[in-house]
T-cell receptor
């Protein structure tokens, strides 16, 4: 079955530690995205990538970093510089092009930093 | 400022009742996506509208796009407990973009009681 996997589902870290969230897709999509969701908020874009070895900052990139070494994988690192890292993180992918393609979402990772 | 406003923020209805959720954009719409989310899970794609006046239905859910008003509505007929969740709209504001970046509203929390 094609889809997007995110691991782990729940992640706990101490303040000051970096943590990496995994996102893998087998949909053969070129575009991948990372969003952050806070209670009562919509999704806010952190980073996105349209092609391997290329990515751009979204609206709230400060304190985060990404890599795109393989088409299937787009890991997100939450660094100690991120002031409020506790949130629900969603990864998505989409076929590139101007067609009416939807974004497919992973199940999410809930990160708690104490 | 929020470019995409959803209303209402939350909705509690009795099973069997009809309901409508609205999504209004302050910028030109080149596509409007509706997603559903169960708490703590990823987003599930419902439908996508591109043209003014377009209307799509899936089972008991109908979505319409009013391009002039830059607004979309999602209507659920004869609601069931399985319809409960968070409904999010995502807008495509970038004409001709191959990335398909979406800007999301804050979501509408729907509760359906038996």
């Amino acid at each position: 079955d094609g889809g997007i996997t995110q691991s782990p589902k729940y992640l706990f870290r101490k303040e000051g530690q970096n943590v990496t969230l995994s996102c893998e897709q087998n949909l053969n999509h070129d575009a991948m995205y990372w969003y952050r969701q806070d209670p009562g908020q919509g999704l806010r874009l952190i980073y996105y990538s349209q092609i391997v070895n290329d990515f751009q900052k979204g609206d709230i990139a400060e304190g985060y970093s990404v890599s795109r070494e393989k088409k299937e994988s787009f890991p997100l690192t939450v660094t100690s510089a991120q002031k409020n890292p506790t949130a629900f993180y969603l990864c998505a992918s989409r076929a590139t092009g101007t067609g009416p393609y939807e974004q497919y979402f992973g199940p999410g990772t809930r990160l708690t930093v104490t | 400022s929020q470019e995409l406003e959803q209303s209402p923020q939350s909705l509690i209805v009795q099973e069997g009742k009809n309901l409508t959720i609205n999504c209004t954009s302050s910028k030109t719409l080149y596509g409007l996506y509706w997603y559903k989310q169960k708490y703590g899970e990823g987003l599930i794609f419902l439908m996508m509208l591109q043209k003014g006046g377009e209307e799509k239905s899936h089972e008991k859910i109908t979505a319409k796009l009013d391009e002039k008003k830059q607004q979309s509505s999602l209507h659920i007929t004869a609601s069931q407990p399985s319809h409960a969740g968070i409904y999010l709209c995502g807008a495509l504001h970038d004409r001709g973009s191959t990335l398909g970046r979406l800007y999301f509203g804050r979501g509408t929390q729907l509760t359906v009681w038996p």
